[in-house]
């Protein structure tokens, strides 16, 4: 069965840093293209990063630059290292797996980041 | 990049069907065969309805169908039920290996 399990969310200043991580079981993590995608309280989705099998990486302008996504295939993880947080930045964090259809397909739980003083 | 535009909410009857827009620009909807469709009820985390505009994932209801026209894609959930109650996005790859999700459309079951 597929898991996705993300961790690692928590209360945080502004201008701070935080780094999530997503632990994935059930398929062989190195042959898919992960993301990170948030959800701010009662709001809509919002596509975060992504990162292909090789390693290459994607962001849109709102966090390029601040956030930085990798992937430990060893340890079938994946990593969101967040910094200059900002109060926009508050929401709930999933990530998902890119199924060979394009969409995705599996999603975590989420892990909720509150950037606040 | 902006938002894809869906109406806030849509609301049908039991057994009725409805229809979600998502409606993007000619660099997005337009460009990509590349639109998927995401179910979440509230507090849980979003399910894969459609993708590639028209196509279901094993295990999801033959009821879901997706279309695209131009820069517009539609959703189509016929014979509603209660159990479709829910949030739902649209989302469409944008170029450059970057992507755009939907405003949202909020669907009541009357």
């Known amino acids: 069965e597929v898991q996705l399990v993300e961790s690692g969310g928590g209360l945080v200043q502004p201008g701070g840093s935080l780094r999530l991580s997503c632990a994935a079981s059930g398929f062989t993590f190195s042959s898919y293209d992960m993301h990170w995608v948030r959800q701010a309280t009662g709001k809509g989705l919002e596509w975060v990063s992504a990162?292909?099998?090789?390693?290459?990486?994607y962001y849109p302008g709102s966090v390029k630059g601040r956030f930085t996504i990798s992937r430990e295939n060893a340890k079938n993880s994946l990593y969101l290292q967040m910094n200059s947080l900002r109060a926009g930045d508050t929401a709930v964090y999933y990530c998902a797996r890119e199924g060979a259809t394009g969409g995705l397909d599996y999603w975590g739980q989420g892990t909720l980041v509150t950037v606040s003083s | 990049q902006s938002a894809l535009t869906q109406p806030a909410s849509v609301s049908g009857s039991p057994g009725q069907s409805i229809t979600i827009s998502c409606t993007g620009t000619?660099?997005?909807?337009?460009?990509?065969?590349?639109v998927s469709w995401y179910q979440q009820h509230p507090g849980k985390a979003p399910k894969l309805m459609i993708y590639?505009?028209?196509k279901r994932p094993s295990g999801v209801s033959n009821r879901f169908s997706g279309s695209k026209s131009g820069n517009t894609a539609s959703l189509t959930i016929s014979g509603l039920q209660a159990e479709d109650e829910a949030d739902y996005y649209c989302c469409s790859y944008a170029g450059s290996s970057s992507y755009v999700f939907g405003t949202g459309t909020k669907v009541t079951v009357l």
């Open positions: 590639e505009v028209s």
């Open positions: 000619s660099s997005d909807v337009g460009s990509y065969n590349l």
């Open positions: 990162i292909g099998t090789a390693g290459d990486t």
